[in-house]
């Protein structure tokens, strides 16, 4: 049986729940995400979305790995209900030794890794690499999709472990400065009907 | 319950472990030229110097990196190790070209701290036989003064389970670089094990007494002789309430003293730690003491290490002449001395003469270990007891399978927690 749409039907509280969740997400209004279907997966592509930068950045030329965590999630209605999503995984690194060049890998399935990439192929790789299946999808059915980028945190356990037992120091908790917003982009309403077929590349290929 | 904390000790180490990252960073294929540590005016190049700001111990991890490919998720380990020891604000780092083609140079930034104020999980860990334990405090750090207020609840180390507060003021260096000063003073309400009341009543003749309350106040300050020997002196007053319908209360007071002598010997492929100490302890009537008592103890640890090979030995011996109160009688039969063994049936009052030795080897995590140990009174004979235990360590988590070497039955106690 199809999935009953809910269309513009959005209840006062999805409303509030969408005003709250606003100002969390970075530059969603710059929005410039070209979605493509390939059969069996959407792709995105978004030449403005420069997530190589600032801290991070500054991280890796320090030559510390950064790890994006990217989230792309279909929602049967306006970014409001949730429907299906896919993560992907990029560590990323910089090479101190070269000339502004960068590595990245994904654990996948399947694993993929690229070298001496600039700035601006490091981020194109990335986002290629990042897809959700919609095989289960109507060609009809309308769905909405928004692309989340994150850096993952690098703490580890091996911060607090002392020889004189479990440490943590407040201060540093309280004035250590929160997790970077996501990035995000959407792109909506979409039906897979309308999108531009491109070639098979699927996980798989 | 139990298989609950075998997953937390397993999450636990799997994140000790770090991230799985390292050998993703495209910088791995470089080898380490040098370190170099800095502060606020001043740098050190590990490769060419030493320094004193820095234990042997953290020296010798920083230095182990020189000539080795670069591990760059093992460099937040070092930063968090200096910025613990140094108490540091924050510690940074970053990996820059080297001088040679292929070579980078790690360079930590040290912040000092104005202020800190942590929380601190000192032990928490659990017997079989005797239960949970568990202290903690929480500190405030302004330069090298440390102000502690903690709580506690140990029914493991001494024969009594004691619970209640605890303050500490610590200025860790009083102007010379040599000398430190210590202020402890504690407050705890004691439960008893019916064995031990039982023992008091059966063993009047012995002077032991209960006591519900104890209280006590430590000024101690700790002189360096000779590096890396050091002496500590100071004052114990302690007051008992005693068990008695009248609740009186008796006095403790003694003077303290000790030697303790701490070496770390690094070789290219091992590494070898020694602890030896000697004490005294000794409560007159000059001091205003009701108990007259005198406690000495010596001990040995020596540890080698090589690779995932540890090896570690540890020897104690402890005599008590006169009267003391039951907090200040040796114990045998707890997490830490002849383990797997219940302190309730070796003795329930603890003993004035005991003698213990450890040997431990650790395979990574695996742990196997095999206790000796003797407690007695004055006037007794001595009986060896033994035990044998297995289990996991990693970092201070702690999971173990202790049982005593004895004719009869096999009763093993499992113990698990927080041990540092």
């Not at chain 1, 792309?72 to 306006?78: K, N």
């Not at chain 2, 770090?18 to 590990?46: F, H, M, R």
């Not at chain 2, 140990?154 to 430190?180: F, N, Q, V």
């Not at chain 2, 030697?259 to 590494?271: D, M």
């Amino acid at each position: 049986m199809a999935e009953p749409s809910r269309g513009l039907q959005i209840s006062r509280r999805g409303w509030l729940l969408a005003g709250f969740a606003a100002p969390v997400f970075r530059a969603w209004g710059a929005d410039s995400l070209t979605v493509s279907y390939d059969g069996d997966n959407l792709r995105v592509r978004s030449p403005d979305l420069h997530f190589l930068a600032g801290k991070p950045l500054e991280r890796l030329q320090e030559g510390s790995t950064v790890v994006y965590l990217a989230s792309t999630i279909l929602y049967r209605d306006r970014w409001i209900t949730p429907w299906k999503r896919a993560e992907a995984r990029f560590v990323v690194s910089y090479d101190v030794l070269g000339e502004d060049k960068f590595a990245v890998n994904t654990p996948g399935p399947p694993p993929r890794h690229a070298l001496n990439l600039s700035k601006a192929a490091t981020e194109a790789w990335c986002l290629d690499n990042i897809w959700i299946s919609v095989a289960d999808i109507a060609p009809d059915r309308q769905f909405w999709l928004q692309l989340e980028l994150r850096t993952g945190s690098q703490r580890d356990l091996s911060s607090v472990l002392g020889d004189t037992g479990i440490s943590v120091d407040l201060i540093d908790l309280l004035s250590r400065p929160g997790a970077e917003p996501p990035l995000a982009r959407r792109a909506g309403p979409l039906r897979l009907a309308d999108l531009v077929r491109m070639p098979g590349r699927g996980p798989n290929e | 319950m139990k298989y609950a904390w075998l997953g937390c000790l397993f999450a636990g180490s799997l994140l000790f472990a770090g991230p799985q990252d390292a050998d993703s960073n495209v910088n791995a294929q470089y080898t380490v030229e040098t370190v170099i540590l800095s502060g606020k005016g001043w740098t050190t190049n590990l490769r060419s110097e030493t320094t004193d700001k820095i234990s042997t111990s953290l020296y010798h991890q920083l230095t182990a990196i020189i000539g080795q490919k670069l591990n760059p998720a093992a460099l937040d380990g070092l930063a968090a190790n200096l910025k613990r020891e140094l108490s540091a604000r924050e510690v940074t780092h970053r990996v820059v070209r080297g001088e040679l083609p292929e070579q980078v140079r790690v360079e930590f930034e040290v912040r000092p701290a104005r202020a800190s104020v942590g929380v601190n999980v000192n032990q928490f860990l659990y017997d079989s036989k005797q239960g949970w334990s568990g202290s903690g405090e929480a500190d405030v750090t302004v330069r090298q003064q440390v102000f502690a207020l903690g709580l506690v609840s140990d029914g493991d180390w001494l024969p009594e389970r004691y619970s209640g507060i605890t303050a500490r003021y610590e200025d860790k260096d009083l102007g010379t670089g040599r000398l430190s000063l210590k202020l402890v003073a504690e407050s705890f309400h004691e439960q008893w094990n019916q064995a031990t009341v039982a023992a008091v009543a059966a063993h009047p003749e012995a002077g032991i007494a209960l006591y519900r309350t104890r209280t006590d106040f430590q000024p101690t300050a700790t002189l360096v002789l000779a590096k890396p020997l050091t002496l500590t002196v100071g004052a114990r007053v302690e007051t008992l309430e005693t068990e008695t319908p009248a609740a009186e209360t008796a006095s403790a007071n003694a003077a303290i003293a000790t030697l303790r002598y701490h070496r770390e010997i690094e070789g290219l492929e091992n590494q070898q730690d020694l602890d030896a100490d000697c004490s005294l302890r000794a409560a007159t009537r000059i001091l205003n003491s009701d108990y007259v008592y005198s406690l000495r103890s010596a001990g040995v640890r020596y540890r080698f290490k090589s690779g995932k090979h540890t090896v570690t030995d540890n020897a104690w011996v402890g005599m008590i002449s006169g009267r003391a109160p039951l907090a200040d009688r040796f114990v045998l039969g707890n997490t830490y001395y002849l383990r797997g063994w219940n302190k309730y049936e070796l003795d329930p009052l603890g003993g004035n003469r005991a003698v213990y030795n450890s040997v431990e080897y650790h395979y990574g995590p695996l742990q196997t270990f095999y206790d000796l140990g003797a407690i007695w009174d004055e006037g007794q004979s001595a009986v060896a007891r033994h035990s044998v235990g297995i289990g996991i360590r990693e970092s201070i988590f702690s999971l173990a399978v202790a049982i005593p070497l004895r004719s009869g039955r096999v009763e093993p106690i499992f113990m698990m927690g927080i041990l540092p």
